[in-house]
């Protein structure tokens, strides 16, 4: 059996969580891979809204299994919060959502430095979420990280030696005025509530589901622009948000990898820092704000909104090797008179070029093609066939440039809301 990928391309929130929740019933068990509380997967259904950060969003239909893979960054603190609320809403876990050992653990002190490098960025900070990803990961990569495997021997030795690293780092950072005791009791009932959980070794569990001839579905965080190889550099991410990344983080060979499906908006919006060249900063960039609530579902910031970049997702669709797409959030555009689309740079030499060039931080112009809008309302469009033309041409005119098909049209929020073509 092989395995589908699911992957935002552009700077995350892109409805990642909903399409996830539509697509779980045709799959036997949906795994995140990577990322950790920095993702807000947003599910509506029934109408109830749910918010997931590091539990993957197959949790709601039927009997599936769940993993969090080792390549996901993991909170207790924040976990048990999240798998409480739901188990409270009457959705069991424990028997449904497996947790691999070798996903590395976010420790309140990871938040710190997090905390501390943005301070002492200043001006060049990230935004980060300031959930710790980026020590966490750093921590992992430097050989000193601390796994969830480790909550089962000798923990509270292993805590200590890693909290007093973290401590001088924050010293060297002159980060002192912290007061960590409550968030840590907190943080160490987490690791309590986290051994009554299914800890696994989720690359024998995914290979040997494979094997049984049952199917799976990753799901990923963030986006491609938000990548740390191949995002806008260096405001991204500290994980790999591409395809690769699956494989990495749940132990699966490329060779298994079957469908990649690429979850796009149908324009496009950035939450932190970094550059953003089909960004509006005019009332058009406020309407689709406030059309399309364009707030974090993890920090209420504002998300910065533009028209779609072609140039950014060519690029996203050819390291992933993107089989089909699907875009979201297409009833956001439903007053616009006149929709936009950047299909190549103009870069401050004069040349124009339709390829994802290495620096995007400065003299960039996007060159746009205008498209009609359709002026009617998407939302309770039910079929293909109620689609106005003018929505036909835009995606046509998507796929013919992205050459890529688009197989899944969103008209809003709702499960419901999902037309597959
Ligand atoms: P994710 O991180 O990729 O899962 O996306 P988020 O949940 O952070 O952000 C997507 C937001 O758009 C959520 O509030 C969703 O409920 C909402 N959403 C998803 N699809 C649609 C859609 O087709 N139309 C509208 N209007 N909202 C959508
Ligand atoms: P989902 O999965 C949008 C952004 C942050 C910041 C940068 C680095 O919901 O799409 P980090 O905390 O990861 O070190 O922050 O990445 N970022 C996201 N933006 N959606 C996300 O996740 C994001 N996760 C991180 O805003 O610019
Ligand atoms: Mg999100």
Known sequence: MKVDVLLGLQWGDEGKGKVVDVLTPRYDVVARFQGGPNAGHTLEFEGQKYVL????????????INIIGNGVVLAP????????DLEKSGHNLKDRLCISKKAHLIMPTHRLLDAAYEQAKGKDKVGTTGKGIGPTYTDK???????VGDIL????????????????????????????????????????????FQLVDSEHLINKILKEGKSVLCEGAQGTML????????????????????????????????????????????????????ELFDETGNKIRQIGHEYGAVTGRERRCGWIDLVA???????SGVTK??????????SFATIKACTAYKLQDGTVTRDFPFDISEGITPVYEELPGWNCDLTAVTSEEQFPQQLNDYIEFLERELETPIAIISVGPDREQTICR
Request: net charge neutral.
């Open 227 to 278: 990548d740390v190889d191949f995002g806008s550099y260096p405001f991204v991410t500290s994980s790999n948000t591409i395809c690769a990344g699956a494989c990495v983080g749940l132990g699966i060979g490329p060779n298994k990898i079957g469908e990649v499906f690429g979850i796009i908006k149908a324009y496009c919006t950035r939450v932190g820092a970094g550059p953003f060249p089909t």
């Open 153 to 196: 021997d000798r923990f509270e030795e292993k805590y200590a030696a890693h909290k007093a690293r973290h401590e001088q780092m924050l010293r060297a950072l002159n980060y002192t005025d912290y007061d960590i005791t409550e968030v840590e009791a907190k943080w160490m009932e987490g690791i309590e509530y986290l051994k009554q």
């Open 77 to 84: 603190d924040l976990f048990m919060d999240e798998a409480k």
């Open 325 to 334: 797409l699907i875009m979201m959030k297409s009833d956001v555009l439903d």
């Open 53 to 64: 950060r590091s539990i993957p969003s197959g949790i709601f239909q039927g009997n599936k």
């Open 141 to 147: 990569v430097s050989r000193n990280g601390l796994r």
């Open 313 to 319: 997702l060519r690029y996203a669709i050819m390291v």
